[in-house]
């Protein structure tokens, strides 16, 4: 299958063609996404909270980020990859901007980097790309931001704070960022920003409207015991995981495992 790129993202938002996009933060899950045909890998600074036991996002640091990218690029064929900048990487200045995304491309593999945040954000989103690197944008539910908004809430319900995301989507594609992540957002509120964008947009519990869908693999597949309303459980590892490790100790307790046919 073709190789996805930049251009072909933008060039499915104007066939109409729906984005798939899941997280990856390993070789063979990276692997797994590829043979399924999805579109986008991205490596979260979820990986903070899914694998690394962290509380929030806000204490994973570019070391995790860029051994992680590594692991997810050495999986990676035909999907999109793109990479999270994690909190205080691209904040303070345009050049720590530049610099990390730069360690993302040059070492983690990455095709394009995320940063969260809108129009507060544009001297570093536009040192970023001036520097080669595609940039995909993230309003709505920004979780670096968590104890700002207090705690993990659907933003843009009133018409102020939703005018205001409005005008961050439409500063934010007039920069260069070719692509926009929409979390937790009302799916009207979704719906008009989409309209309004050329580039496409990613929701996450941002409605159906959205150019495309991405979610925590390990959310889908009932891994990370997390079940927020936007995500559907497509299946249940954590429950099939435990009942064959109960049945290993126990057959292994019982002395049926090994058995003569595991055994040299």
């Known amino acids: ?16 063609e729906k984005i798939t996009a899941l997280t990856a933060y390993d ?14 890998v991205l490596v979260g600074d979820s990986v903070g909270m899914v694998k690394l036991g962290y509380e929030s996002t806000l204490s994973v640091n570019m070391e995790d980020m860029l051994y992680h990218a590594r692991s997810v690029k050495k999986g990676n064929s035909r999907a999109f990859l ?14 720590d901007a530049v ?21 507060e954000m544009l001297k570093s989103i536009r040192a970023v790309i ?3 690197i595609p940039v995909i944008g993230h309003l709505g539910l920004t979780p670096q931001g968590i104890h700002k908004f207090g705690g993990y809430k659907v933003q843009g319900r009133d018409p102020k704070s939703a005018q205001k995301m409005i005008d961050d989507a439409l ?5 260069g960022v070719f692509m926009l992540v929409l979390e937790c957002i009302p799916a009207g509120l979704a719906k008009k920003i989409t309209s309004l964008l050329s580039i496409p947009t990613i929701g996450i519990g941002a409605g159906p409207h959205c150019d495309g869908q991405v979610l925590v693999t ?32 126990k057959e292994v307790r019982a002395s049926r495992f090994p058995s003569r046919s595991n055994s040299y």
């Open 171 to 175: 500063a934010l594609e007039e920069s």
């Open 27 to 40: 070789c063979p899950t990276a692997r797994l996404l590829n043979e399924a045909g999805i579109d986008v």
């Open 218 to 249: 390990d959310d889908l597949l009932g891994l990370s015991g997390m079940s927020p309303k936007f995500v559907k459980k497509y299946a249940n590892l954590q429950g099939d995981i435990s009942k064959a490790v109960k049945k290993y100790r």
């Open 1 to 16: 299958m073709e190789k996805i790129t930049t251009t072909r993202l933008i060039e499915m938002k104007q066939r109409g």
């Open 82 to 95: 793109a990479v999270d900048m994690p909190f205080l990487s691209y904040e303070s200045k345009p050049s």
């Open 99 to 119: 610099y990390n995304a730069g360690l993302l491309v040059k070492i983690g593999g990455a095709e394009a980097v995320k940063l969260e945040g809108g129009r």
């Open 130 to 132: 001036e520097a080669k």
